[in-house]
């Protein structure tokens, strides 16, 4: 079965640490994302990648960091910086070009917890 | 810039009622239109989409319509169902780039039996 996962399911911190969440895909997507979702926030666009080795910032990348060594992974490291981490994450791809069709296909997420 | 915004929640409805989610946006360029849906604890997955004016995209008994001259693209369904219970999100992407979508905030529905 084609799709994205994202793991663990639920992660717990204690404060000043550096976490890595996971996300890989098997769906041969070039374009992933990360986005942190909050309590009546909606999805903010954390990073995302459009290419092998090649990542952008999004609208929130502060306190964050990602990589892009392979097409299937992109994991996502909530570092010490990241002032409120805790938050539900989402991972998603999408292929790119080929017109308007490209739909964004979302993992199950990761709820991180700072303790 | 761009930027989505939807009706506030939460919407609590009995089952078989008619529902109305309102989304209007605001964009630089000629954006294409999405519904999407997350069930408790779950991702978020494709509704439904639009990609030009007067498009009406359709999906599970729900409806939106691409209206340019208001900027809107609203959320209906004629009866709703206790399973269609989840968070809906309206979201936009300009053509052409990073393929980067800019969501509303969400709105939360419950259906009653």
């Known amino acids: 079965d084609g799709g994205i996962t994202q793991s663990p399911k639920y992660l717990f911190r204690k404060e000043g640490q550096n976490v890595t969440l996971s996300c890989e895909q098997n769906?041969?997507?070039?374009?992933m994302y990360w986005y942190r979702q909050d309590p009546g926030q909606g999805l903010r666009l954390i990073y995302y990648?459009?290419?092998?080795?090649?990542?952008q910032k999004g609208d929130i990348a502060e306190g964050y960091s990602v990589s892009r060594e392979k097409k299937e992974s992109f994991p996502l490291t909530v570092t010490s910086a990241q002032k409120n981490p805790t938050a539900f994450y989402l991972c998603?791809?999408?292929?790119?070009?080929?017109?308007?069709?490209?739909?964004?296909?979302f993992g199950p997420g990761t709820r991180l917890t700072v303790l | 810039g761009n930027s989505v915004t939807q009706m506030e929640g939460p919407v609590t409805l009995s089952e078989e009622a008619f529902l109305t989610i309102n989304c209007t946006y605001t964009?630089?360029?000629?954006?294409?239109l999405f519904w999407y849906v997350q069930y408790p604890g779950e991702g978020l997955q494709l509704l439904l989409k639009a990609t030009k004016a007067d498009d009406k995209g359709s999906n599970k008994g729900f409806e939106a319509t691409y209206r340019k001259e208001t900027t809107s693209f609203h959320l209906e369904k004629g009866s709703v169902q206790v399973s269609d219970s989840a968070v809906y999100f309206c979201a936009l992407r300009i053509q052409g780039g990073s393929e980067k979508l800019v969501f509303g905030k969400g709105t939360k529905l419950t259906v009653n039996p």
């Open positions: 990648s459009q290419i092998v080795n090649d990542f």
């Open positions: 998603a791809s999408c292929q790119q070009g080929g017109g308007h069709y490209n739909e964004q296909f």
């Open positions: 769906l041969n997507h070039d374009a």
């Open positions: 964009a630089t360029g000629y954006p294409s």
